[in-house]
């Protein structure tokens, strides 16, 4: 029996010991522990709940972010100011932002944001600056085309359709509101509404609505649906006090062919009449006219299509190809819709009679655009 209990005595021992401490030693005896399938050079992987977070994070607006804002860059619009010793230096005068629309370096913005520039920064999302040129802006519709040489590797964005947009369907804002300092922001919301119509100055503007957030700075970005390509250029937003999340973009579609003309010809060219006119309200307070609606022509210039129509000083325009004129606005989107050369019926009011005049349209000349 004594025998017995000293030879398996040190086993006994190791054993207790080893129940003590948590069994370490006896996994030491019984060799290395199974791998871990979800440990990987000393980290464990994540589980399967933390790998459906993952998943859930990849929608549409991550997605198209990624896809867009690679092609949303920064401008920076600077001129010549004096300062405290009467030395003449370049200032800052704005920043916006711009869509890289072409490899070549064409880059698609606002009017607004290069309007009066003597120099231009291009500031992409990787931190290249390059100097930028302008290459045609058309204050009408508020778009312009900024060209920059000697990049390589240019991002290009895809432009869509914007014709095929519903109401209620996500669209993503890229831009940089208050500066490059923010560059590459993203904000989201819907699409609240298509073809609104607001008028700035004599234009009347067709524009997508959307709650997504455009700031200063966002002017000239890029409108993004949930399919990563560009609906719309960011253009003006309404900053009225108990107003939020009001804003709006020039459609893609609207856009096109505009930015393509100022590439090719630095301008766009549209038909006029060659009138001075105000509205009929306005006429009326001065004593011109006892008419309640319509144009009063206070001026006909000469050589001019309405000139030689036989348009005369005092006439009353009702309405152009169809279309009830009631004020500038109007009118200038009836003459936009035409091309150079059509012929367009022109009702009038002159002498209390209502008659029709034949108008050839013809270019407006560069010096009264």
Not at 183 to 189: H, P, Y
Not at 332 to 340: E, G, H, I, P
Request: net charge neutral; proline share 5%; hydrophobic share 45%.
């Amino acid at each position: 029996m004594r025998q017995w209990y000293r030879r398996f005595a040190p086993y006994f021992l190791v054993a207790v010991i080893g129940a003590l401490i948590g069994g370490s030693l006896v996994v030491g005896c019984a060799g290395p522990a199974p791998a871990n399938p979800n440990a990987k050079n000393g980290l464990l992987k994540p589980n399967t709940a933390e790998a459906s977070i993952s998943d859930a994070r990849n929608t549409p607006i991550v997605r198209a972010a990624q896809k867009i804002s690679p092609t949303v860059v920064g401008i920076t619009n600077k001129a010549y100011a004096r300062d405290f010793f009467n030395r003449k230096v370049l200032v800052d005068q704005g920043q916006g932002s711009g869509v890289i629309f072409d490899s070549q370096g064409y880059i698609a913005t606002n009017n607004h944001v290069v309007e009066n520039a003597q120099e231009i920064i291009v500031t992409l999302l990787d931190g290249r600056t390059f100097p930028g040129k302008v290459l045609g802006a058309d204050p009408a519709t508020d778009l312009a085309v900024v060209k920059i040489d000697g990049a390589s590797d240019l991002p290009v964005a895809e432009f869509g359709d914007s014709d095929q947009l519903l109401v209620g369907e996500p669209a993503i804002a890229i831009g940089n509101p208050l500066g490059v300092e923010f560059k590459g922001s993203v904000s989201a919301g819907i699409i609240s509404a298509l073809n609104r119509s607001i008028d700035i100055g004599e234009r009347r503007f067709k524009l997508i609505q959307t709650d997504a957030a455009i700031n200063p700075g966002n002017s000239g970005g890029a409108l993004v649906n949930a399919d990563g390509v560009v609906v719309g250029i960011n253009s003006a937003k309404i900053s009225v006090t108990g107003v939020e999340g009001l804003g709006f973009a020039i459609p893609i579609n609207t856009a096109r062919p505009i930015l393509q003309t100022l590439i090719e010809k630095g301008k766009v060219v549209r038909p006029y009449l060659g009138v001075s006119i105000v509205d009929a309200k306005t006429a009326r307070q001065y004593g011109y006219t006892d008419a309640e609606k319509g144009l009063f022509v206070a001026k006909i210039f000469e050589g001019t299509p309405a000139a030689k129509a036989g348009m005369k000083l005092g006439d009353i325009i009702l309405k152009v190809a169809g279309v009830d004129i009631n004020s500038i606005a109007d009118l200038r989107s009836v003459l936009d819709s035409k091309a150079l050369g059509s012929r367009v019926d022109v009702i009038i009011i002159r002498d209390n009679a209502q008659r029709t005049v034949s108008v050839v349209l013809e270019e407006m000349p560069s010096e009264e655009k």
